[in-house]
């Protein structure tokens, strides 16, 4: 059976297609990552895992352009924002063997009575990671490089249309010398991630996805008690307050909004301008949106190439036609041509109307106007979702107020696309639950033991 595809989503050229494994497959790849839990991957010092893991990051710069085509291939993601992908996952790997030391120290409790108290961080065992296809190396990274530093081994069922960087990021793991199991790609079904996850073996499970596969995957390590981590969708807030670069501004919020095509979770999805600015902000940012290079994900001056398939781009269309169907104003773009889809700015969305309330996963920015502070922020938490959330001021007051009253796992101030191997990254609400990256991504699938001494 084939469920693992390489389609081209620029011509819709089917490049490759890959056997689902069997269920005896699935049994060996859980069985030697239980092995190699047991006799290399707990018992392994610090070092040993460090030195491995820097050799994987070296792999990702050594195999950068090959690693890059394969996403181009597979999800459409421009050429330069591959690269850049396959540096950040680099960065993020080496930011982990970097740290392996200070994420495995334990830590010292100043006790009431005689003696010593210490948390020991230990591993867990086997983890099950479930991966999506915007970010093919990037969100592997995140999951893996911390969990392996810890001495976890990783099991990783990636997204259906990425079997190849799938591969790829396995033969990384073995060719830097990991044991056969440390790392084990798993072309699964949603059936049998289920059973790997009932599985007494496997001791943990992480997805990056849609709330639907957040909650099915969710209700399943509930039934077996296994710890899970979420990174779901998100409709981030962009809150414009004052400025003395409006320009400046408004290029940022095309940044925030046009990275990877508009189809990450933690893009800048809704603007929110303040009556002052918002006229000419509009005029701007729809111009800037709508000047957006469409083309040849392979082109240097590509901005937008295909988005993810021709599903995907249908799938945006609706909503938009929906939105100007029940009241708002289309005030550029919203035509695709095949996968591909312009930059589109939409006005006039009302709390009544759908969009008002659903994540828009493409190069979609809907821009609403507010009177004042209290409003700005009444509208950026009126949502179900609570990932990331920028904000854009002149006063460092107001900045401080406004970050601390977002419903947000994440506030950046007076910049956008600042996300960085040391900065922890998660949200609250239907966005999900833990962290991934910075040193507290590597405290989610640890056993936090104490150890307490008498005198």
């Not at 819709?12 to 056997?19: I, N, Q, S, W």
């Not at 049994?27 to 018992?43: H, I, L, M, N």
């Not at 929110?272 to 040849?296: I, N, P, Q, R």
């Not at 240097?300 to 929906?322: C, F, I, M, N």
Request: charged share 20%; proline share 4%; glycine share 10%.
């Amino acid at each position: 059976m084939t469920e693992y595809a390489v389609v081209n989503p620029a011509t819709g050229e089917t490049l490759a297609t890959y056997d689902t494994f069997t269920d005896a497959q699935i049994e060996a790849g859980v069985a030697a990552a239980a092995t190699a839990y047991r006799d290399w991957a707990r018992d392994a010092s610090v070092a040993e895992r460090a030195e491995r893991l820097n050799r994987v990051a070296d792999l990702h710069r050594e195999r950068r352009d090959e690693l890059a085509e394969i996403i181009v291939r597979e999800m459409g993601k421009p050429l330069a924002a591959a690269l850049g992908e396959v540096d950040f996952a680099a960065d993020i790997t080496q930011f982990y063997a970097d740290n392996a030391a200070k994420i495995t120290a334990d830590q010292p409790i100043d006790i009431l009575g005689e003696g010593t108290a210490v948390v020991r961080r230990s591993a867990l065992g086997p983890l099950l990671g479930i991966m999506p296809w915007n970010f093919p190396y990037y969100q592997v990274a995140r999951f893996a490089a911390p969990n392996v530093a810890i001495g976890n081994t990783i099991l990783l069922k990636h997204a259906p249309q990425c079997p190849e960087s799938a591969a790829a990021i396995e033969q990384m793991y073995l060719d830097a010398g990991f044991p056969e199991g440390v790392y084990v790609n798993l072309y699964a079904t949603n059936e049998q991630a289920a059973t790997i996850i009932a599985d007494p073996r496997v001791q943990g499970v992480s997805v990056t996805g849609s709330e639907r596969a957040g909650a099915a995957v969710a209700e399943a390590a509930g039934r077996s008690l296994k710890k899970v981590v979420l990174e779901l969708g998100g409709s981030d807030p962009f809150l414009l307050f004052s400025t003395d670069d409006l320009d400046g501004a408004v290029e940022a919020a095309v940044e925030a909004r046009l990275d990877n095509v508009g189809q990450s979770c933690n893009g800048a999805k809704r603007f929110v301008v303040v009556d002052g600015l918002y006229d000419a902000f509009v005029e701007k940012f729809a111009a800037a949106m709508s000047a957006a290079t469409v083309g040849d994900p392979m082109s240097e001056d590509t901005v937008l190439g295909p988005l993810s398939s021709l599903a995907a781009a249908e799938r945006l269309e609706q909503q938009v036609q929906r939105a100007v169907e029940q009241g708002a104003t289309l005030v550029t773009g919203g035509v695709r041509d095949g996968a591909f889809f312009p930059g589109t700015v939409l006005t006039d969305v009302t709390p009544e109307m759908d969009a008002y309330g659903e994540e828009f996963f493409g190069p979609v920015g809907v821009v609403y106007r507010v009177a004042d502070e209290a409003a700005a922020v009444a509208l950026a938490n009126d949502t179900g979702f609570g990932l990331g959330s920028y904000v854009f001021t002149t006063d460092e007051a107001q900045a401080e107020r406004v970050a601390d009253a977002i419903d947000a796992g994440m506030v950046y101030v007076n910049l956008v696309l600042a996300d960085s191997p040391e900065l922890p990254f998660g949200g609250v609400k239907r966005s999900g639950t833990g962290r991934e990256m910075g040193l507290l991504g590597a405290d989610e699938f640890v056993n936090k033991k104490l150890i307490r001494v008498g005198p």
